[in-house]
């Protein structure tokens, strides 16, 4: 014999069941209202026999008797409610088995709480991301309109009560009680149970009726399982949706990666009188750091750093922008105070007024040993002399893309053999260590200096691993992504 | 980052605290702003004196702020700008674009208010 391979038949059998079950309990529910009726029946009719009719302890013996028999019943109805709420967790349980969607398994409990505990008006509430924003996740009986109500409710009222206390909360009559913010006219009892999970509060389960004294404490405790079932799908949903959502953020952070990398420079030039190197490590998160090399003529290079506001796809797409209009223009014009108003006009038409870009663009004259530059609002370029002396490339303009038609200012320095000039972005100068304190010029200098009689590569190595040294266990050691991008250049004049 | 904003002699003032960066803090600086504008201000002064830390992001705030402002014919003025974010108002040579003073006071008077 083969069992039936298909879980859907399974699933079928199970919700026949379920369905023959609920059927049961229907039956049941009528059962016991049939009896309680009778029973109050026969209450009131012992109240109008007159006493001498029986003798009083015959009339007492009825009295306990009717007594003993309501206990029964409520004990029996007591079972029978047990025995339906074990069935419906087994339901709900299943379900957040085999069910990722949360919405579903809430509306799932709301629906079965109703059969346990009754009530007019329900609602599960979750705690937003950021401890502080109240999200409703599921709710029965409140207009749409009253909604609002509902989650300020959940930060203060009953429902903050049990949320502060962490503890349940039966409310016989709630225009008696000062707490209670009302978001349905016809209600007048409350319960409200805090959902927990790793010993926090995450949320509320909050029932509502229109009859007065609704809840006692064991309407508490039922509601206390769903809501604990409840809580373990919220949680699972969530960690679901987080794994999702970095998922996603892997994907997007792989494109910009992709993107960065593709624009920047494979190898440094060959430039007469000249040794250039450069190089970027790219953040954990992407930064928007660029550096670009754009021959101009055989004795002609520019040289470009720049720091694009912003991280991941949306920094590399404007990094991508900036290239391409700093590229067309570069070749286009000769002054370097046009080419950067024209990338700043052409920036500003493109991007969010929120985004800007830092840019340092200059033009190496090999031969004659010259640099015309202009400097756009960027980390100033170091300029130290062989004599020792330190200058600071900071002479051009305004940042770029955030405002319209901004002027710059181009300068002209002229290098003598053994001047080293090292450009760089914030990522270096800004690293800081774990008492917040910067990497600072002063820093970038000293390294810089000591390493350069052995090359541009080599000073870029030593300043990397300074860099890498004063952030220590502050960030991130070794090979593995720093907090931003890291982005170096250095040329020394031979 | 928090943000709280007072009115005095109808300048709507800003106090910022905090980090200044990316990310939900950046929405809610526009939210703020564009919800002041909507009011019908047109006078700002951003009290920056409790900002420790500002990036990238951050400064894109104060520079987009500026924009809201200026195209709703408002001004913008900047008081007790620390050292920190000074710098880098000098390096991003914003300090020819931002209007700052020592305190709100100051600031206040150069709004004649």
Redesign the interface.
Known sequence: MMSDPSPTGELEAQSKTLESASQADWAQKRVFRELKGMLQTVRQELKTVTPSALQPDRMRYFEEQLERLSHLLEHVEDVQRTRLEIQLITQIAQKLANVLELQEVLNLILDSVKQVVDYDAAGIFVVGE?GQVIVGEVQRGYEESAFGKVRQKLGQGIMGWAMEHMAPIVVADVSRDPRYISARTQTRSELVVPLFTGGKVIGAFNLESDRLAAYNEKDAEHLMTFASHAAVGIERARMHRQILEKQRIDEELALARRMQLSLLPREAPKLENFEVAGINVPSEEVGGDYFDYIRLTDKDLGIVVS?V???GVPAAFIMASLRASLRIESVSHYAISTILSRVNDFLFESI?????V?LFYGVIDARARILTYAN?????PLLLRQNGRRELL?E????LG??PAALYHEHRVYFSPGDLLVLYT?GISEAENARGEQFGLDRIEAVAREAAPRGCEATIESVLKAVRDHVGDAGLQGASLSRDDLTLMVIRCL | MTLKTREQNNVMILEVKGKMMGGPDQQLFQDAIKEQIAQGYKRFIFDLGGVDWMNSSGLGSLIGALTSIKNAKGDLKLASVTDKIRSLFLITKLVTIFDSYDNVNEALKSFGA
């Open positions: 950021n720091d506001a912003g991280k969010e007024p929120e985004r800007f830092t756009a609002g960027h980390n100033p900071s051009g303009g305004l940042l955030a405002f914030d």
